[in-house]
């Protein structure tokens, strides 16, 4: 099945910085999501972006599915940020709605 | 509107007694999912559910594991004879296909601990 990877695996930030955490996915894909989970454990939906880019405040996403990666940009980060960013993704080959492929996680702390 | 509903979020319970997780998904959608994310671990997926189908199982770790999902709507995951390493949160997703859009819904998650 499809693999995805997430780099780097721990980030730590001071308040005002930018980051950008990448994702590595093995095969076409038909769904790619990135998540935030809060220190409570919520996944918060960030983007769904298989292909092209999206841009919502702070953050924006880019995937470029050809290459077979997304880029999750942080723009000023602040310590509400702090947390786990996931990407997700879901290959082609799977029809309908069958389940996402989540990478291992992308652990930020933002510091003031 | 409403979105994924889980309950209970928290359950303490004993080695091996059974335990029932419930999931209400967002009205209308027809896949529903199961994971499970282990501390400090990304998420696994369970059992997945879609419309009448029958369910794609091939996550679930043991038999003690079983899903069900009633009239297409609410589903519940239980867990017989519990086992410590069944500790975990255990996160419900729902989707809905419009427009060739996949995208996957998450509840706030059941916290469960076996002691």
């Known amino acids: 099945g499809i693999q995805v990877e997430q780099s780097p695996p721990d980030l730590i930030l001071q308040e005002g910085a930018n980051s950008t955490l990448r994702c590595n996915f093995s095969d076409s894909v038909n769904n790619l999501q990135w998540f935030h989970q809060n220190p409570w454990g919520q996944l918060i939906n960030l983007f769904y972006i298989p292909s092209g880019t999206k841009q919502n405040g702070r953050l924006s996403a880019t995937t470029v599915a050809t290459e077979r990666y997304s880029l999750l940009y942080i723009s000023s980060s602040q310590t509400t940020d702090s947390g786990v960013y996931f990407c997700a993704a879901k290959s082609l080959r799977n029809s309908g709605n069958t389940p996402l492929v989540f990478g291992k996680g992308t652990r930020l702390s933002v510091i003031a | 509107g409403a979105g994924v509903s889980q309950s209970p979020s928290n359950k303490v319970t004993e080695k091996g007694k059974d335990v029932e997780l419930r999931c209400d998904p967002i009205?209308?959608?027809?896949?529903l999912y199961w994971y499970r994310q282990s501390l400090g671990q990304g998420l696994e997926f369970l059992i997945y559910f879609q419309g009448n189908s029958a369910p794609d199982k091939s996550g679930l770790p043991s038999d003690r594991f079983s899903a069900e999902r009633t009239g297409g709507s609410v589903s519940t995951l239980t867990i017989q004879r519990t086992q410590q390493e069944d500790s975990a949160v255990y996160l419900c997703?729902?989707?809905?296909?419009?427009?060739?859009?996949?995208?996957?819904?998450f509840g706030p998650g059941t916290r469960l601990t076996v002691t």
């Open positions: 009205s209308g959608h027809t896949a």
């Open positions: 997703a729902s989707s809905l296909i419009a427009g060739g859009r996949y995208e996957q819904y």
